[in-house]
């Protein structure tokens, strides 16, 4: 069985979760990141436990950059005590929320939530993950269907989102030369309790969805994980720098 390790941000749950267990299937010992869902976390963890793996959590909030070389180093110790280890073989970044404002009234604080949450946070974990990454491993970045198609409401989110598709490009050039792939999964509209969980409560937005996707139905966390998973093998070895939708086909 792989000793890969794998850390996921936002895995307590959600889609985070859904890829956590996904990765978990597929032999991957696990550290996942939470924010304030300290029990929700330690269950998944538990969770993973059940297959036979190792798995830990911490405590990140991806907004505050300055706590990420604490962070790093509480990661580092992590995979030293628990996984006998000094390298991680894949990041996940996950961690995010939506914040829905047309763009004609998207204040400048919720601007700089999402940038500090969507794009910041992740640029710089990354950055400063780089001295324990393996080389050979591997980056996912999580993007937004909203990317490639509009939806009145997601002006700055799907801009943080286009960010982090040009970002991938960049860092899969720059990090070759070490054997570090890098990709983006862009999922279209899943029923979780993101942004308030609109698209799972609200019948006629999930109807509206379904009716312009051409498997006819909303999105599962269910639908995602094993994606991100799959770009976490050898069998994904020669995809680099893509950008996978994981959307049924939405917008056509």
Known sequence: MSQKIALVTGGSRGLGKNMVL?????????????????????????????YGLKAAAIQLNVAESKSFDAFWQETAQTLQTHFKTATLDYLVNNAGIGIHASFAETTEEQFDTLMNIQFKGTFFLTQKALPILADGGGIVNISTGLARFSFPGYAAYASMKGAIETLTKYQAKELGSRGIRVNVVAPGAIETDFGG????????????????????????????????????TDDAKWVNAQRIEVSGGMML
């Open 197 to 232: 969980g609109a698209v799972r409560d609200n019948s006629d937005l999930n109807k509206q969805i379904a009716s312009v996707t051409a498997l006819g139905r909303v999105g599962l966390p269910d639908d995602i994980g094993s994606v991100v998973a799959f770009l976490c």
């Open 22 to 50: 996904s990765l978990a299937q597929k032999g991957i010992n696990i550290i996942l990141t939470y924010n304030s869902k300290k029990e929700e976390a330690l269950e998944v963890v538990r969770q993973v436990e059940a």
